[in-house]
């Protein structure tokens, strides 16, 4: 098959042969703890998430006649959630009880700590087949420590056939990558 073997690049003495990229719309978004209702039906109106992305501020130290950088405090950037909002509420419903748990919105009251009101999500790349049990998982993010700092219940319109999106911000606290198949499959926080 020329194809496999004819396409790819060189590189030292390895075989050229053309590798499966990651495709888009080959993944899942799975939430522990997102408002009080079932969370697998905010899974299934799931329409794109953005994946997981760090900044590390700028360190800079003057020495003799010149000046080095160093990496100082990370900070890991919001990840954004687009949901179809369904004629069942399950998304909006999900999406309140979470709002609430952050603040009462009615009493004017908070949580006390983070423990009360935050839930973890997670980001599979998955495969694209499909075999008698769950879908092969190419590689994982697990987000702990979330919250919503900013929540889009979407737009209505005559005009359109479009669903209703409901767009989340997702804040976090940590991002851990765990890569499965031919590489380690151990966890790393990133």
């Not at 939430?31 to 299934?44: D, P």
């Not at 990840?79 to 603040?103: G, P, Y």
């Not at 919105?105 to 839930?119: N, T, V």
């Not at 991002?175 to 380690?184: D, E, N, Q, V």
Request: with cysteine.
């Amino acid at each position: 098959m020329a194809v496999l073997s004819n396409f790819g690049i060189p590189v030292g003495s390895s075989t050229v042969q053309t590798l499966m990229p990651k495709l888009q719309y080959r993944f899942r978004v799975t939430f522990t703890g997102l408002g009080i209702a079932t969370n697998q039906l905010v899974t299934q109106n799931v329409i794109s998430a953005t994946r997981p992305s760090v900044d590390h501020e700028d360190v800079t130290i003057d020495t003799y006649n010149s000046k080095i950088r160093l990496a100082g405090k990370h900070m890991w950037q919001d990840v954004t959630v687009v949901l179809r909002d369904d004629t069942n509420n399950h998304v909006i419903l999900a999406i309140r009880d979470q709002l609430n748990k952050q603040v009462n919105y009615a009493s004017q009251e908070s949580a006390k700590s983070g423990i009360d009101y935050k839930f973890s999500m997670k980001i599979e790349t998955l495969d694209g087949s499909q075999g008698a049990g769950d879908a092969p998982v190419i590689d994982s993010w697990e987000l702990d420590g979330c919250f919503l700092p900013n929540t889009t219940f979407g737009d209505l319109n005559y005009a359109t056939s479009d669903v209703v999106q409901v767009s989340m911000t997702v804040r976090y606290d940590q991002a851990t990558l765990t890569p499965f198949g031919g590489h380690s499959n151990a966890a790393t926080t990133v």
